[in-house]
């Protein structure tokens, strides 16, 4: 059974950083590509970064230049950097495969508000 649980979120001001994690358990995990997705209130689930098995990276244009994913895969963990943060970045943050899978962790609340 495939569990994903996030984590790193909080309320930050305007222009900071918060770098989130995920750690993976109960299937494969090097040769999929993974990734990082947000939903806010009263919008539809979007991806916002992907990483691929070779670690080759790609974002939604609302996060490039300011978010990085990356990824450890000895350790099953998924990251996800944000530096300059806006309120529009305010969502609950999940991972999941890329293309995602049926299970869904708690995700973790992101709060961009001064």
């Known amino acids: 059974q495939v569990q994903l649980v996030e984590s790193g979120g909080g309320l930050v001001q305007p222009g900071g950083s918060l770098r989130l994690s995920c750690v993976v358990s109960?299937?494969?995990?090097?040769?999929?590509?993974m990734g990082w997705y947000r939903q806010a209130p009263g919008k539809e689930r979007e991806l916002v970064a992907l990483v691929g098995s070779t670690r080759a990276t790609q974002y939604a244009d609302s996060a490039k230049g300011r978010f990085t994913i990356s990824r450890d895969n000895a350790k099953r963990m998924l990251y996800l950097q944000m530096n300059s943060l806006t309120p529009e970045d305010t969502a609950v943050y999940y991972c999941?495969?890329?293309?995602?899978?049926?299970?869904w962790g708690q995700g973790t609340q992101v709060t961009v508000s001064s």
């Open positions: 109960g299937s494969i995990f090097s040769p999929k590509a």
């Open positions: 999941n495969f890329y293309p995602s899978g049926p299970a």
